[in-house]
């Protein structure tokens, strides 16, 4: 399928968010996959809102972005942050960086400086617009295009999951969007800077998030594992409801 078919696709999605799902949102963290549908809401989707989350850990190469995004499209996108009270606690419980030191304190950060703000932000609309592609992670392989989000009450659409990273690039190129320079520096997929790091020749695409935990489960909970629940549907024999990663 060529780029110009996907491209269609993906306006067709955003037709039908705009028009069957208003108020609808899209959540960008400013990554290269974001980039793209940042560049086409900006320009044809004004009744789509946008918003991002700044967990206060964020690298520098992100807010920059932000700034040359708002000098290309003159806009300015609604930032999201943890609230304070939760991240004091945590950081005199566990140290600023006490996510190194069990799977479940990182969940917890990311709990705290994502999925509450995330919930924030969704409150009031009727879908959110997400950039996740399905190739990025084994997380992620069971996901649709659009599919209602029961965890935050809404539709979740999510117009580049069938996109490979280099039609993520040929697009970016084409339209000569910005992009995090991280990604020249071998960043694959950006979130904070001390979760986040450059992949060598060979790893995975997300390899430099969450470096030191097993691939299987890497998630911040704003996605949750659709294996994760199916298994627990199936062994309960019904219905089951699981609370997000985190």
């Known amino acids: ?33 974001d980039m793209v549908l940042m560049d086409l809401i900006a320009r044809d989707y004004p009744d789509i809102a946008m918003f991002t989350l700044d967990t206060g850990r964020l690298p520098e190469e992100t807010y920059s972005l932000m700034r040359k995004v708002a000098d290309r499209y003159g ?5 999201y942050f943890p609230e ?15 996510f190194y030191d069990s799977v479940e304190l990182r969940k917890k950060c990311c709990h705290m400086r994502k999925v509450e703000p995330l919930k924030r932000a969704l409150s009031g609309k009727r879908a959110w617009i997400t950039g996740v592609r399905r190739d990025q992670a084994l997380t992620r ?15 979740k659409i999510s117009p580049l999951l069938d996109w490979s990273l280099p039609d993520v690039w040929a697009y970016l190129k084409q339209f000569d969007v910005p992009y995090n320079l991280l990604h020249d520096k071998g960043y694959t997929s950006i979130g904070c800077a001390p979760c986040t790091r450059a992949i060598t020749p060979g790893e995975d695409v997300r390899a430099g998030r969450w470096w030191w935990e097993d691939p299987e489960n890497k998630e911040c909970g704003l996605h949750p594992d659709k294996r994760r629940i199916n298994n627990a549907t199936t062994a309960f024999g019904g219905t089951t409801d699981l609370p997000a990663p985190g």
């Open 84 to 98: 304070s009270a939760a991240v004091e606690s945590y950081i005199a419980r566990n140290g600023p960086n006490g």
């Open 75 to 79: 806009i300015h996108v609604p930032v």
């Open 141 to 155: 392989k069971d996901m649709a295009v659009s599919e209602f989000d029961a965890g935050n009450g809404l539709q």
């Open 1 to 33: 399928m060529s780029l110009d078919h996907k491209i269609a696709e993906v306006r067709a999605l955003l037709d039908d968010a705009q028009a069957d799902y208003a108020p609808a949102t899209f959540a960008s963290s400013f990554g290269a996959e």
